[in-house]
Structures are given as C-alpha cells and as structure tokens.
C-alpha cells in the first residue's frame, strides 16, 4: 500500500479533523489514478503544511464530471452548498477540458489519526 500526500485548505482540513467530511473529491488526473483502497493519505493543512490528518481509502468511485460526482454523495456536502450544482461552481480550480479528459474521483477515507 501507498502513502499519498494531500494539500487542503485551511476549511476542509478542519471539516475532516471535526468528522464533518469523509470524501475528497479530485480531478482522476495522473496523481490520483494509480490511487487504491487501503492506500494512506496524509492531509497537510495549507498555507503552513505542518498539521497533518492521516487517513486510509476505503472506496474510490469514479465519474465523468463535477456535477454527477456531488449528485452522488450530497448529503456530504448539504451543510455548505444548497445545490450540488453550486458546489460545481464553487470548485474553479478544475477547467471543463480537465474534467472531460480525465473525469472525478470521490475518495472515500477514515481518518486514522487527527
């Protein structure tokens, strides 16, 4: 099994760290394809990267684009969005090309350590 690091922002790192969140959702570009459950995560809370969050994958679930990928697992997300497609808006950080060329991938993990 794999050791991956992850770099969060400072609002989904707590969610995790509170057992708010239980998903990490990414573009299935070259980092996360060779992804497998059982692998470990590290998250690094950004901008400093010294608090970290040790997690293993217990699913990953593979998409197409944004929009099926929040539709799928809303009820994660239902406490910050009113709509999975306002979370695909608030998710600018991935271009429409990206995400045709290589689809989504929800993490489903377990924190091991907080």
């Known amino acids: 099994m794999k050791e ?9 790192f707590e969610r995790i760290k509170n057992g708010k969140k239980h998903i990490e959702y990414r573009l299935n570009d070259e980092k ?5 459950v059982g692998d470990t995560i590290i998250f690094y809370k950004r901008p400093e990267e010294k608090e970290t969050l040790k997690a293993m994958i217990k699913d990953l679930k593979y998409y197409p684009n944004l929009l099926e990928m929040y539709q799928a697992s809303f009820q994660e997300l239902e ?18 090309e990206e995400v045709k060329k290589w689809g989504c991938v929800a993490i489903h993990f377990e924190v091991l350590s907080r």
């Open 79 to 96: 406490d910050i969005y009113q709509s999975p497609e306002e979370a695909v808006l608030d998710t600018p950080y991935y271009t429409e």
């Open 32 to 36: 996360r394809k060779n992804l497998e």
């Open 4 to 12: 991956i690091k992850m770099h969060l922002h400072e609002e989904p």
